[in-house]
């Protein structure tokens, strides 16, 4: 029994290799890797944490589990906009860690295979420190985000 429950968990692995959720923050789309997604919601009530970063919103309370939450505009120094219908929480899961990732739109989910993903330019300075690479899906280009470096910071 034991050998089929690993053998759908490294199925389960193989197709969501190479899956990225696609979305927006500014003007720039990014990819999440689709295993780190747990769910998509619309902003729920957003409960203020005194003494966090300015880019970490506060904490939800999400079917009894408290999640951070971190607008990806402030953490990326782009103009906070209020909030509209596209605006959405993408729930993620990340080191076994849930945070709730403030977006301005999800589109869609791609297929960007290894071969399709190149290293951000070098620029010597930590300009790149949150971009780990750069997928290329059809006439698609997509940022791809090192989530770990993201979460660290504030945490």
Do not use: W
Request: charged share 25%; proline share 5%.
């Amino acid at each position: 029994m034991a050998d089929i429950v690993d053998n759908r968990s490294e199925i389960e692995e193989d197709t969501l290799s190479g899956r990225y959720l696609k979305y927006k923050v500014g003007d720039e789309h990014y990819g999440i890797e689709i295993k780190y997604v747990t769910e998509i919601i619309n902003i729920p009530q957003i409960s203020k944490v005194p003494g966090l970063p300015h880019y970490l919103k506060g904490i939800i309370n999400l079917r009894g589990s408290i999640i951070p939450v971190m607008d990806v505009r402030l953490r990326f120094n782009i103009e906070e906009i209020e909030y509209n219908d596209h605006t959405c929480l993408i729930i993620t899961n990340i080191d076994g860690m849930d945070i709730a990732l403030i977006v301005d739109s999800v589109s869609e989910v791609l297929s960007i295979p290894d071969e399709n993903i190149i290293p951000p330019p070098d620029t010597k300075k930590s300009g790149n420190k949150f971009v780990r690479g750069i997928g290329k899906a059809g006439e698609n280009i997509l940022m791809l985000l090192d989530y770990q470096r993201l979460i660290d910071v504030g945490f």
